[in-house]
């Protein structure tokens, strides 16, 4: 009766999409419902299983397409990405960040100027890379030193102590200092707004909390002033990107400026700190091969290495690919068809504003592209496996791929890489892999939660 009522409401929608495969919709959800206690990432992977590269579902009475097919998501986020824009998350996220931030703007409203205006894009990154190694390696260091103290009497929690570094790391990178915790606050409270509305049912209203507007007044006034203070009195032999950027010379305004920077800790402290969690708890079930890594960077680099050498690592390397591969942090992607006109994908002719789901979660463990995917395989890299699977290439794209992908993705992997190296270097990692690998949802990431460890001295 259900299904009847559906495709009595919807008969014109279903005729023009009837040669696409897809569960059955019922009324009033459509389809919506099997989204409900699932993770969405995990739901569009099964879809490819059962259905193929491309599956419609309905959000109500609204179409949309799951696509698992490499060929087409290569069309939709690199090679067409023109006639597609990204919708989802932009609504939720506006009141977090502000309207011009590259990571919500869209096309013709400018995402292509703020790319090209970003401090990732503007300063030069590959010197400004180069001069983190020292500088955030000691910020890691010494919450090393408090975490192995700490793990005498008790367990790290990797999912917040983990941010709470990777916002430090990200601070000292960006801005050229830490700062006290009411910072790292405000940016918590805004994250968690952000969060909630990205969950269904979506918001109509505003935020009606006063401490979030607080804390946004006091998250961008903060930096905003900082800027104005840098401007005035620049320091070009800082390794920050503020004064890196202010060197270099930035188009951006005062405000411009601060809202790039501010919004830097929005796009990667939350995906860094759950990738280098991965990585340990895998490696952690795979003694045989955290020893590699463990050997690696103890032995093959040198005391005072430098990022060069940390690139050339290729144990570590292999490592935080797998572990990008096995549990993405960017497991999900959002885009709709133009605006104002039907597109062609494949075979299929597309509405309006048709709302696409991407994963990465099927593809990254696609056989028989992955040789046993479902094993944590680090020497698959090898070989030049690493070479003919890039980062944003069709079955390995953690980064997102095509013109907006993640800008950060080499700070990121940069990252990635330190934190292993330091935390190798000066401890024993024991990560408790006798709790379940927990997901859950935390801006726009994939975030394991219940991750505990114990940080030894090296013996």
Not at 46 to 66: C, R
Not at 189 to 198: D, E, F, P, Q, Y
Not at 227 to 239: G, K
Not at 307 to 320: K, S
Request: net charge positive.
């Amino acid at each position: 009766m259900l299904e009847r009522i559906f495709n009595a409401i919807n008969r014109r929608s279903r005729a023009k999409l009837a040669n696409i495969p897809g569960p059955t919709p019922r009324f009033p959800l459509g389809t919506a419902g099997a989204f409900f206690g699932r993770q969405p990432w995990e739901l569009c992977a099964d879809y490819g299983e059962k259905f193929g590269g491309v599956t419609l579902i309905w959000l109500f009475n609204t179409p949309a397409l799951v696509l698992n097919d490499p060929v087409l998501i290569r069309e939709v986020l690199d090679t067409r990405a023109g006639e597609f824009y990204k919708d989802e998350p932009v609504g939720a996220l506006k009141p977090v960040i502000t309207p011009g931030s590259l990571f919500i703007t869209n096309f013709g409203r400018g995402w292509e100027q703020a790319r090209r205006d970003n401090p990732f894009s503007t300063a030069p990154l590959d010197g400004w890379l180069t001069r983190q190694t020292e500088p955030l390696r000691t910020v890691i260091a010494e919450k090393m030193k408090s975490w192995i103290i700490r793990s005498t009497t008790g367990r790290i929690d990797l999912y917040w102590e983990m941010q709470r570094l990777m916002f430090d790391v990200f601070a000292q990178a960006f801005w050229g200092r830490t700062f006290p915790p009411d910072r790292f606050d405000w940016f918590q409270t805004l994250a968690r707004t952000g969060t909630r509305r990205m969950n269904p049912p979506k918001p109509f209203l505003p935020p009606l909390s006063p401490f979030f507007y607080s804390a946004r007044r006091k998250w961008y006034g903060s930096f905003e002033q900082i800027v104005a203070e840098t401007r005035r009195n620049p320091n070009p032999a800082s390794p920050d990107m503020l004064n890196a950027s202010l060197a270099h010379g930035t188009p951006l305004s005062d405000s411009a400026l601060t809202e790039a920077l501010a919004t830097n800790f929005f796009g990667g402290v939350f995906s860094c700190a759950g990738t280098v969690n991965t990585a340990l708890y895998l490696l952690a079930q795979h003694p045989e091969e955290a020893a590699k890594v463990a050997s690696a960077v103890r032995n093959d680099l040198p005391a005072d290495f430098d990022r060069f050498a940390l690139d050339g690592c290729r144990p570590l390397e292999f490592a935080i690919r797998e572990a990008m591969r096995y549990y993405p942090a960017v497991p999900i992607y959002f885009r709709k068809s133009s605006p104002d006109r039907e597109v062609r994908l494949g075979s299929h002719t597309l509405p309006p504003n048709t709302q696409i789901f991407i994963s990465n979660w099927y593809l990254h463990k696609n056989s028989p592209h992955w040789h046993e995917p479902d094993r944590y395989d680090p020497s698959r890299w090898d070989n030049g496996f690493a070479e003919a699977n890039p980062y944003g290439s069709d079955h390995f794209f953690p980064f997102g791929r095509g013109p907006r992908a993640c800008i950060g993705a080499a700070f990121g992997k940069f990252i990635h890489r330190l934190f292993l190296t330091v935390i190798f270097r000066a401890t024993d990692p024991v990560v408790d892999t006798t709790r379940p690998y927990k997901q859950s949802f935390f801006f726009g990431t994939m975030m394991p939660k219940g991750l505990t460890a114990r940080f030894l001295p090296r013996s």
